[in-house]
């Protein structure tokens, strides 16, 4: 990163992120309220600067130093803002408890008083603990805190495995008025500390439950105590885990009566104002298990190339802008999946009914249809409005079997050559792909099965297929056509934007490749291309998946933004989100921009502005339910090894610190740690450079990408973690979770 000019020297553009300072100093210099457009463009940032800048914005309106003024504008702040993080140092001569902010700039903090008690059922605030308050002037440089949200103390609800008492437990020896009635592990995995359940607050839970507390006043040392609020069920069911990410993540899954009422009351397009495209024989691909379908594909000869149509479910139909369904459909931002369950964005009415393209029945879409030529380039893309009528329900594996030769009768009774387009109209757009030079990472992913009962019965490898990149590569296409649509019209819309990675990343990543006899180019020239060309040269290798989880750790997240900046993985100026509405937000709102920009729906649509703080709303719901997602598999892969504990297994090191090893179990995609203290005896020197992990006498090595054989040592379900040793090492007593 460039060196940062001196405090209190004029700005320039540094191409660098500044520090607090420097922001504050710009912004107080400047004339009007300033937003991140103008802080970009005075320091020179690029998009891989946003969600840093972003953030440093946010923690200086926080803690007071900026004032907000509009939307996405700030000012310097002359006073404490309305909400901040502030830290309890004391209590004043009534015993009320005294705050200062985390963060001041300057000397002289005004003091804040709480003085009102805390809500019923939480422990008092004590010195040094921190909170995010609402606050109110009651003077000249004297303020009132209300706690909104607790960060250092006792959490609102504590998810987590109830057991009950044991009677080896210590506790059991206490006298009856004193016995608690179990034990609470909680499902973090960064919560260290067990809670108490005292007796009667219990709330009928039985041993190895997975509940929902709530913590209680605490009068003495020891454990926390909580009161079971919420039974979620028997740990040993699997279709309870999904719902501890839900609960832990606060992902809404009830709508509200109105929102309901609205899905209810929806009925059938009429094919009146729309284009009839009920004798094209468009087709669903999806999962086996899917139940929404909200893409539909054609494909015929045209020439040298081909004329392909993607029909989608035409959402914005029945959820209109300020809506009961549009405003719950905002919160949720995208549908959430799970093995056993899906969490959708809209209730099932929709979902699964009006909005699901379903096979042989009448269904409104937006469609767009496209020329395809033999070298991929696509040419006049035209959208409309339409209503269409599903040839067929198709899954990858049926599509795939009869590409392979092997048709069944739902495959046979569908128009001739129609796959033969499909897939003709896919090979010259991956011709496209290739002139691009795009990233095309290969991640492993896992398919939980489950029997009818809940039990796991296989944690199997997700195959990729030519079917799925077929319907890939249209969608792309489709999304795109979007984008440069609303683009050529000047109208505002939601893009898909990913930035290149940082310089920092670049070379960290670089530095590792260089370990396992890998080159990049220089950072400054660096393309999606040359990471693509690394991922070439060990494809088929033991060092391919770890190559793969590199790279991917250093690109930047994607996500919605209003600007442009381009997709830096897919090579692509401009994208868009268009072609899954059913289960994301972001797509919804191209429909929406679509419509008004064929002169189908008044304008305007949303203002710069709002759309910026939609992207972001629905960027954190998208991480939201990536992160639940990833939790909810990590638990069932360790529920399903809890049964094989002391079974050998084959693994390779996905990374090593001075604490252990990080492996990926080949079986399940599961990460597990090897600690250090399963290790042979000996003293071990962890080389950061060379990225190896040393025996003292150098006669042992580990290192990323390499094979092991390892026994799984521990297996916890509710936190979804799995420890590991090496087999010819003694085995450890079990523990109970």
């Known amino acids: 990163?460039?060196?940062?000019?001196?405090?209190?020297?004029?700005?320039?553009?540094?191409?660098?992120?500044?520090?607090r300072e420097q922001l504050r100093t710009f912004?107080?210099?400047?004339?009007?309220?300033?937003?991140?457009?103008?802080?970009?463009?005075?320091?020179?940032?690029?998009?891989?600067?946003?969600?840093?800048?972003?953030?440093?914005?946010?923690?200086?309106?926080?803690?007071?130093?900026?004032?907000?003024?509009?939307?996405?504008?700030?000012?310097?702040?002359?006073?404490?803002?309305?909400?901040?993080?502030?830290?309890?140092?004391?209590?004043?001569?009534?015993?009320?408890?005294?705050?200062?902010?985390?963060?001041?700039?300057?000397?002289?903090?005004?003091?804040?008083?709480?003085?009102?008690?805390?809500?019923?059922?939480?422990?008092?605030?004590?010195?040094?603990?921190?909170?995010v308050a609402r606050l109110r002037r009651t003077g000249p440089g004297r303020y009132e805190g209300r706690t909104l949200r607790r960060l250092t103390d006792a959490p609102a609800q504590v998810v987590g495995l109830f057991r009950a008492l044991a009677a080896d437990d210590p506790a059991a020896s206490a006298p009856a008025r004193f016995r608690p009635a179990?034990?609470?592990?909680?499902?973090?995995?960064?919560?260290?500390?067990?809670?108490?359940i005292p007796h009667g607050e219990d709330g009928g839970a039985p041993d190895n439950e997975i509940v929902i507390a709530t913590p209680l006043p605490q009068s003495g040392p020891g454990l926390h105590p909580a009161r079971i609020i919420e039974r979620l069920g028997p740990q040993g069911d699997a279709r309870t885990i999904s719902m501890v990410a839900v609960a832990m993540l606060g992902i809404p899954h009830v709508f509200p009566?109105?929102?309901?009422?609205?899905?209810?009351?929806?009925?059938?397009?009429?094919?009146?104002?729309?284009?009839?495209?009920?004798?094209?024989?468009?087709?669903?691909?999806?999962?086996?298990?899917?139940?929404?379908?909200?893409?539909?594909?054609?494909?015929?000869?045209?020439?040298?190339?081909?004329?392909?149509t993607v029909a989608i479910a035409d959402v914005a139909w029945y959820v209109r802008p300020g809506s009961a369904l549009d405003n719950e459909a905002r919160l949720r931002g995208n549908s959430v999946y799970f093995p056993d369950r899906v969490i959708p964005m809209l209730p099932e009415d929709l979902s699964n009914g009006w909005c699901s393209l379903r096979p042989d029945e009448d269904r409104g879409c937006l469609f767009?249809?496209?020329?395809?030529?033999?070298?991929?380039?696509?040419?006049?893309?035209?959208?409309?409005?339409?209503?269409?009528?599903?040839?067929?329900?198709?899954?990858?594996?049926?599509?795939?079997?009869?590409?392979?030769?092997?048709?069944?009768?739902?495959?046979?009774?569908?128009?001739?050559?129609?796959?033969?387009?499909?897939?003709?109209?896919?090979?010259?757009?991956?011709?496209?792909?290739?002139?691009?030079?795009?990233?095309?990472?290969?991640?492993?992913?896992?398919?939980?099965?489950?029997?009818?009962?809940?039990?796991?019965?296989?944690?199997?490898?997700?195959?990729?297929?030519?079917?799925?990149?077929?319907?890939?590569?249209?969608?792309?296409?489709?999304?795109?056509?979007?984008?440069?649509?609303?683009?050529?019209?000047?109208?505002?819309?939601?893009?898909?934007?990913?930035?290149?990675?940082?310089?920092?990343?670049?070379?960290?990543?670089?530095?590792?490749?260089?370990?396992?006899?890998?080159?990049?180019?220089?950072?400054?020239?660096?393309?999606?291309?040359?990471?693509?060309?690394?991922?070439?040269?060990?494809?088929?290798?033991d060092q391919a998946a770890l190559v793969n989880e590199l790279i991917l750790r250093a690109q930047n997240q994607a996500e919605y933004s209003p600007d442009p900046v381009g997709h830096f993985g897919l090579s692509l100026p401009a994208y868009s989100h268009f072609t899954s509405p059913i289960r994301r937000y972001a797509d919804l709102l191209t429909h929406r921009a679509l419509l008004v920009a064929i002169g189908l729906e008044p304008g305007p649509g949303p203002t710069h502005e709002q759309l910026e703080e939609t992207g972001e709303a629905i960027t954190r719901t998208e991480r939201r339910a990536a992160q639940a997602e990833r939790e909810t598999l990590e638990r069932y892969a360790a529920t399903w090894l809890q049964a094989r504990v002391g079974t050998v297994m084959e693994a390779h090191i996905s990374s090593l610190s001075r604490f252990g090893i990080f492996t990926v179990l080949d079986a399940t995609g599961t990460s597990a740690l090897l600690p250090m203290s399963a290790l042979p005896q000996d003293q071990w020197h962890h080389d950061e450079k060379t990225q190896t992990l040393l025996s003292r006498d150098k006669t042992m090595a580990f290192r990323p990408g390499q094979a092991l054989r390892v026994r799984i040592e521990e297996a916890c379900a509710i936190r979804g973690t799995v420890l590991l040793a090496l087999p010819d090492t003694p085995r450890l007593q079990g523990r109970r979770a």
């Open 182 to 196: 179990g034990r609470l592990t909680p499902a973090d995995r960064r919560a260290k500390a067990q809670w108490i």
């Open 27 to 131: 912004i107080e210099n400047a004339t009007g309220c300033i937003g991140k457009r103008e802080i970009s463009r005075e320091f020179g940032l690029g998009p891989e600067h946003r969600q840093a800048l972003r953030q440093m914005l946010r923690e200086m309106a926080l803690d007071g130093t900026l004032a907000p003024a509009g939307a996405r504008r700030f000012r310097v702040s002359d006073r404490l803002p309305e909400s901040m993080v502030v830290q309890v140092t004391g209590t004043d001569a009534d015993g009320d408890p005294i705050a200062r902010p985390v963060q001041w700039d300057g000397e002289g903090a005004p003091p804040i008083v709480f003085m009102h008690p805390e809500l019923r059922g939480r422990t008092a605030l004590a010195p040094g603990e921190r909170v």
């Open 368 to 541: 767009v249809t496209m020329d395809v030529a033999a070298d991929g380039s696509v040419a006049h893309a035209r959208f409309g409005r339409g209503i269409m009528r599903s040839a067929a329900r198709l899954t990858y594996e049926q599509v795939q079997a009869a590409r392979d030769g092997t048709p069944d009768p739902g495959i046979q009774s569908l128009p001739a050559g129609l796959l033969d387009s499909l897939f003709g109209a896919w090979r010259c757009l991956t011709h496209a792909r290739a002139r691009r030079g795009t990233l095309d990472l290969e991640l492993p992913e896992r398919l939980v099965r489950l029997d009818d009962h809940g039990r796991i019965t296989a944690i199997a490898p997700r195959i990729r297929l030519d079917s799925h990149r077929v319907v890939e590569e249209f969608m792309i296409a489709a999304n795109v056509a979007a984008a440069r649509c609303l683009e050529g019209r000047h109208l505002p819309c939601l893009y898909r934007i990913h930035a290149p990675p940082t310089p920092e990343r670049l070379e960290s990543l670089r530095r590792t490749l260089d370990t396992l006899g890998l080159k990049l180019p220089p950072v400054g020239s660096l393309r999606a291309s040359d990471l693509d060309h690394v991922l070439q040269q060990v494809r088929g290798t």
């Open 1 to 19: 990163m460039p060196d940062r000019l001196p405090t209190g020297t004029p700005h320039a553009r540094t191409g660098g992120l500044p520090d």
């Open 257 to 308: 009566a109105e929102a309901l009422a609205q899905a209810k009351a929806a009925r059938a397009v009429a094919p009146a104002g729309r284009t009839d495209l009920r004798d094209m024989p468009l087709v669903t691909i999806d999962g086996a298990d899917a139940r929404d379908f909200d893409d539909a594909i054609h494909a015929e000869p045209d020439g040298t190339g081909f004329r392909i």
